[in-house]
């Protein structure tokens, strides 16, 4: 696409390249919960997933695209046909489908990995881009590696892909190895050395290895390419990949350098984004992270506070609201009806049509009656168990814990499982051990414990709990997590959160390993 268009796409890959980012799987219902709310946020294409990597993967490709109308649905392929086809098949579906294909084009892959000559990959682009084109309109193609890749040999791969009908080609650095100024005469030399690279969009997918990606996706913006490639909160593999909210709002905030480019993102759904996505893979971002943590609007210094009270502007570059953040943490309380827990739940990215409305409501109730303040961590802990269990094998009911310095530690726990309900006891070192114990004896587990940490959702004595634990088995991470006002039920919650995603994984064979492009 020209550089004269001020369009810059969003393509956002949390569901595929985010998604491999350890422990940060998530299962059919998740995806397609965060896919809503992507599609709310208004980014121009969403990456499903890798649809031969597994039939977890196929589903939720095919889930998405049959229920996401308004955006680009696309399906990542590697170049055999036999990927092709399952690509295709999973977005059948979609409205607006779009398959990308990938192989690597550096030296060291083609010496390492691959074991092909340069030639041979010439030839697997033209063959697998025609290939696509011949069902779908809108084929993306990327060289894997590209910022290691020879550049009159990376010229030579765009030109194929784009005359065998690819309309978007994505120059990734994979390995996050690049630097801005390297990027940008990258991008120029493609630009000048690649035939009718003006008619299709180019694309910038950046890793943050070295803490660049987003300065790496802004400097290929302003030569002259047309998408970036992200995801929220900046999750991935190893440091993660571009920050989408980052790039939106660096482009927003500052339109006396962005040379007129905007997005399409509506800014005020970033945080709930944010947040959702938190809530759904358990993992919270730094208090320091730029636009979306706890601490970008936070102001401790008597001279900021002083400059802020005064005038905003003195210390803050944009609002909280322009992101979707609300300004009154504060949020509910006891005497709160359900029009307003629907609003709040709305402000915080959460669906209501999407989780058990008068089941979370009954728990907000409830916790109001305990705590004096209810704040929005706390409504975010409340429905977080009801976005995700429509396919869960385990479900927790109860716990007693015997435990204290004259006893030793003991646990009875009862699940749910198979929709029978079920009694365990254990001991352990410790009541949390033997919480767990009971637990791993109920689900006749065979994973590890990887992590365990334990936070305070909010400040005060009556603060929920938060437990994050981390388990592995064969190999494959995941993360789960649980909140209560007594931490081991938060525990129990937590693990049996983790498990759950285990065995959904364990119930679909992965087919091939995705990765990075």
Not at 213 to 229: C, T
Not at 234 to 246: D, F, L, Q, V, W
Not at 263 to 280: A, D, M
Not at 372 to 382: F, G, L, R, S, W
Request: aromatic share 6%.
């Amino acid at each position: 696409m020209s550089a004269t268009d001020n369009a810059v796409w969003i393509f956002d890959t949390t569901l595929r390249d985010g998604e491999q980012s350890p422990g940060c799987s998530m299962n059919l219902s998740e995806k397609l919960t965060l896919a809503r709310q992507l599609e709310r946020l208004g980014v121009d294409v969403i990456e499903a997933g890798f649809p031969i990597a597994s039939d977890g993967d196929f589903e939720s490709v095919k889930a998405i695209a049959e229920e996401v109308r308004g955006t680009i649905i696309c399906g990542l392929s590697r170049t055999g046909r036999e990927d092709i086809d399952r690509a295709l098949q999973a977005l059948e579906p979609a409205a607006k489908p779009r398959v990308h294909i990938f192989i690597a084009t550096s030296d060291i892959h083609l010496e390492h990995k691959l074991r092909m000559e340069r030639d041979e990959v010439i030839q697997e682009i033209d063959r697998a881009v025609r290939r696509a084109r011949e069902y779908v309109d809108d084929v993306e193609f990327s060289a894997e590696d590209a910022t290691r890749t020879d550049w009159d040999f990376l010229a030579m791969v765009f030109d194929t892909a784009i005359a065998a009908g690819a309309s978007t080609i994505n120059v990734p650095d994979t390995v996050g190895y690049t630097m801005p100024e390297e990027y940008t005469r990258l991008m120029q030399h493609l630009s000048a050395n690649v035939p009718g690279v003006n008619k299709v969009r180019m694309s910038a997918h950046c890793h943050n290895d070295l803490g660049l990606g987003v300065a790496n996706s802004l400097a290929a913006v302003f030569a002259g390419a047309r998408q970036i490639e992200c995801t929220v909160n900046g999750i991935g593999e190893r440091a993660g990949n571009t920050a989408m909210e980052e790039v939106v709002m660096a482009l927003k905030t500052r339109p006396d350098m962005a040379q007129g480019l905007s997005t399409h993102v509506n800014t005020e759904e970033i945080y709930p984004t944010s947040r959702l996505l938190s809530s759904i893979i358990g993992v919270s971002v730094q208090p320091n992270k730029a636009i979306v943590g706890q601490n970008a609007f936070a102001h401790e210094a008597g001279i900021h506070q002083h400059g802020v009270l005064q005038a905003a502007i003195t210390y803050e570059i944009m609002t909280p609201q322009s992101i979707g953040r609300p300004s009154n943490e504060l949020v509910l309380g006891k005497h709160s009806g359900r029009h307003a827990f629907r609003n709040r739940l709305a402000e915080l990215g959460i669906d209501s049509e999407s989780i058990d409305f008068e089941e979370s409501f009954k728990r907000f109730k409830d916790l109001a009656d305990k705590k004096k303040i209810v704040y929005n961590e706390d409504i975010e802990a409340i429905v977080a168990d009801s976005v995700t269990h429509t396919d869960d094998r385990f479900e927790f009911s109860q716990l007693t814990v015997l435990t204290g310095t004259f006893a030793v530690p003991n646990a009875t726990v009862e699940l749910v499982i198979d929709g029978e309900p079920r009694k365990a006891t254990a001991g352990g070192v410790g009541p949390v051990d033997a919480v767990f114990k009971a637990v791993s004896d109920l689900t006749e587990t065979k994973s590890d414990l990887v992590r365990y940490q334990v936070n305070a959702i909010t400040a005060g004595l009556d603060a929920q709990g938060e437990v994050t634990v981390t388990i592995s088995e064969d190999g494959r991470k995941v993360i789960g997590h649980g909140a209560h006002y007594d931490v081991l039920v938060a525990s129990a919650k937590a693990y049996v959160h983790a498990l759950n995603k285990l065995e959904w994984h364990k119930q679909r064979h992965t087919v091939a390993e995705p990765k990075g492009i």
